[in-house]
């Protein structure tokens, strides 16, 4: 299929299903259906078979046409890293019963990786999985989740084999949140509100058909998905002063009375290095067009993490006075992450997590120095130990 | 702003394989850091070799005019290539910004630059950026007077581009290298020396009249592919200090896996992804003749004129002893580094100009 015959087949598909009297959730199905919600997935899977670049003109052409939205901004875990894993390892019952629902945002997903002492090392993980009849039992603690006090089912790794060394012992479930051994406790961050939870997982009962690739393959299709997400935050195309850098660019340009030359130095160092590092999106995004991706996304989220604290910080300088109130500490739960959004004193606490999440800035220098560069990889001296024997 | 490709064509991965080949050949860092020690025997033939029989001299120049017809993004890979070797040779000052200052003219002096058979500089001091003064040789009965202080590509230049305040503006005036004063400089770059240009009264007829603009967009131009040079240098740094720490053992291990040294190539290789990008966006946008060009060149700048300096000091320290040696090419490199960051406009300066560009204006303002 050519572009213009993708391009005319939406215009087909739009023809028969008017977004303007189609009820939101029928036209979603249909688009699925269609093979047009993400074409570079297979036929039947909501795709086409189709390169991946041609998917911004799918979505430009919907968003044109007025038609509705599958709710991105709640299920970017969903759409971003559970669906790209399915496609990779699910069973075809596994593809048929999720990806459609997860497609349209009839169901949300969230992330059950992280625990208290699995962070960076997140191949130390303890929560426990084990066989029950036809089921598993899982139980163990998460944390940094978000999304699960609204999220229907959770990607999860868990600990299948403790006598295995760590990265041979885990396997992947996909996991129904509504299950009654599933407690969601909401964790306040340091901007006052709970965007992220707690999630203890006592008895909580997975069928083996939810099992997401082999027994003990875990790790491995855990790190698909962990490579989807630091795609995901590093390679979308923005326009100019798109994200922090516009915002405080705008800060500057609605109050001339608060400029000094010092902070002008430091807006001009900031504001090249965002465009800069937009520019350095778009080049990895041509690459990827090419098909050339290494872990260069590591990369880019250092950058983004780092310009974000910087110009956020600035930010809160610039406004003096008024940078020293905060808009509101009482604990609300967000159903959707917004760097950007609120004050200026939000935003500088927010952005201390983005060097955190998605793995830590000294992490993804370890990624690039390694898997770019091939310098010597850290010493790993549990790596061929048993689980069970490790120091906790 | 269009969709401009940001990465290399495959013309443009051939012309870098034949620059590279080359100076593999006939540009060792022996020979470059000779140069410093006054040996440049080596400079005229590797000029001969690049300019006329791979036909670089020529690459920017129409094909109608004798030239290869190539547009800014060819030119800027040659720059990355000849950064990457810190070439002692004048195709930034002769094939570049003086080719685009005679772009419009006609005569024969064009044709000339394009074979190689005679090389030409704009004289204006290196640290000249495209808004900045240009003028300060006098005319008085068609006689030029004047001194032009820390001019690139003089000394190797049979013709000197010569800006010279009129009663009708900024006009420019074709001058033999033979009628004027040369004083060479001892300069910090000394594979690309400077030299002091003195005319005392040299008869000489205005080749272009009302030239700023054609002497400003030379400067522009200059500067937006300086960014894509610097991006050279910046990638040797890296490569050679990335092969140095695989091989270099200290307290029984390769020294490259201390995270501390290993954390600061990583670094260094996320700004050469970001300084690529910015030097590809800007030659690509001249290349265009995008309306964005001026901005792309203005962030280029102010982002690979620090950062090639930054790539090369971080060469210099990790490294450890052998970096600080006359022996060991990394001084060749910081030095082009640290005199490219002044060249056409440090990035202090064109992070001012972008300020205008992009309306964020400074206090007061």
Not at chain 1, 3 to 24: G, K, M, N, V
Request: charged share 25%; with cysteine.
């Amino acid at each position: 299929m050519t572009i213009d015959e993708l391009r005319q087949r939406i215009a087909d598909f739009l023809a028969a299903h008017d977004p303007a009297t189609t009820d939101r959730l029928e036209f979603l199905r249909a688009r699925y259906d269609a093979g047009l919600a993400w074409v570079h997935f297979p036929e039947g899977h909501g795709g086409l078979g189709l390169p991946q670049a041609w998917q911004l003109d799918v979505d430009e052409l919907f968003e044109q046409a007025g038609a509705p939205d599958n709710n991105p901004q709640m299920n970017g875990i969903g759409l971003g890293m559970a669906a790209p894993t399915i496609l990779a390892f699910g069973t075809e019952e596994q593809k048929q019963r999720f990806l459609r629902p997860l497609w349209t945002g009839e169901e949300i997903w969230c992330q059950l990786f992280s625990e208290p002492g699995a962070g960076s090392d997140l191949a130390g993980l303890a929560t426990r999985a084990v066989p029950d009849g036809p089921d598993w039992l899982v139980n163990g603690q998460k944390v940094w989740t978000s999304g699960a006090h609204f999220a229907d089912f959770a990607i999860l790794v868990a600990r299948t084999d403790p006598d295995q060394p760590k990265h041979r012992g885990m396997s992947y479930f996909l996991c129904d949140m509504s299950d009654p051994g599933v407690d969601v406790r909401p964790l306040r961050q340091i901007t006052g509100e709970a965007e992220f939870n707690e999630v203890f997982l006592n008895d909580v009962r997975i069928p083996d058909a939810h099992r997401l690739g082999e027994v003990g393959q875990g790790w491995q299709v855990a790190t698909a998905t962990l490579n989807n997400e630091r795609v995901a935050i590093g390679g979308r195309a923005a326009p100019r002063e798109s994200g922090m850098v516009g915002v405080v660019s705008q800060t500057w340009r609605e109050h001339p009375q608060r400029r000094t030359p010092e902070l002008h130095d430091r807006l001009l160092r900031l504001w090249v290095e965002a465009e800069v590092a937009r520019l350095t999106g778009h080049r990895l995004r041509q690459k990827l067009a090419q098909g050339q991706l290494g872990p260069e996304g590591a990369a880019m989220k250092v950058t983004f993490a780092r310009l974000n604290q910087q110009l956020s910080g600035l930010e809160v300088e610039l406004l003096g006075e008024q940078g020293l109130r905060y808009s509101d500490w009482s604990m609300a739960r967000p159903d959707r992450v917004d760097f950007t959004g609120r004050d200026a004193g939000y935003r500088y606490l927010r952005a201390k997590g983005n060097s955190i999440e998605g793995g830590t800035t000294e992490v993804l220098r370890n990624i690039v120095a390694e898997r770019v560069l091939g310098l010597p990889a850290e010493a790993r001296a549990d790596k061929d130990i048993p689980w069970k024997d490790l120091p906790k | 702003m269009s969709d401009l490709n940001l990465l290399y064509t495959d013309v443009e991965d051939d012309l870098r394989s034949s620059v590279r080949d080359l100076l593999t050949d006939r540009c060792a860092p022996a020979d470059v850091a000779a140069v410093y020690d006054d040996d440049r025997s080596a400079v005229a033939g590797l000029w001969q070799a690049l300019a006329v029989d791979l036909g670089l001299a020529g690459l920017l120049v129409p094909e109608d005019r004798g030239g290869a017809g190539a547009s800014a993004r060819e030119a800027a890979v040659v720059l990355e290539e000849l950064g990457r070797a810190a070439a002692p040779v004048p195709f930034l000052t002769s094939a570049v910004v003086a080719t685009t200052v005679l772009a419009e003219t006609g005569g024969d002096l064009l044709g000339d630059l394009a074979s190689g058979e005679l090389t030409a500089a704009l004289v204006v001091p290196l640290s000249t950026a495209p808004d900045g003064a240009l003028a300060t040789v006098r005319v008085a009965d068609g006689r030029l007077t004047g001194t032009v202080t820390s001019v690139a590509g003089a000394l190797e230049a049979d013709v000197l581009l010569v800006p010279v305040e009129t009663r009708e503006g900024i006009a420019v005036y074709a001058v033999s290298a033979t009628e004027v004063v040369l004083e060479p400089v001892v300069s910090l770059d000394m594979t690309r020396q400077l030299a002091d240009v003195t005319l005392n009264g040299v008869v000489a007829a205005p080749l272009i009249s009302d030239a700023e603009g054609a002497v400003r967009r030379a400067l522009r131009t200059g500067a937006a592919l300086l960014a894509s040079e610097q991006l050279g240098v910046a990638r040797w740094c890296l490569e050679e200090t990335v092969d140095y720490l695989k091989q270099r053992r200290q307290f029984g291990r390769v020294v490259g896996g201390f995270q501390a040294l290993k954390h600061r190539l990583a670094d260094v290789a996320i700004g050469v992804d970001s300084a690529a990008a910015a030097a590809r966006n800007a030659a690509a946008a001249l290349a265009a003749d995008d309306p964005d060009a001026e901005v792309a060149t203005a962030v280029a700048q102010a982002y690979c004129g620090d950062f090639a300096v930054t790539a090369a000091e971080e060469a210099v320290q990790l490294h450890g002893g052998i970096g600080m040696t006359w022996e060991h090419p990394a001084h060749l490199h910081l030095k082009r580094a640290k005199a490219d960051q002044i060249a056409f406009g440090t990035p202090g300066k064109h992070r001012a100009r972008l300020a205008e560009l992009v309306e964020l204006p400074a206090a007061g303002g």
